[in-house]
């Protein structure tokens, strides 16, 4: 249980930095698309 613990903080972080990313990817598209 205890090398699951760390082992489940690294990939939390790790799948929340795509998605900002993608979002703001995503915003830069629709705000260059309607330009």
Known sequence: MVTK???G???TSVSFT?????R???GVI???GSL
């Open 5 to 7: 613990s760390p082992v």
């Open 9 to 11: 903080t690294p990939l």
């Open 18 to 22: 795509p998605t900002k990313t993608t």
């Open 24 to 26: 703001a990817q995503v």
């Open 30 to 32: 629709k705000v260059s």
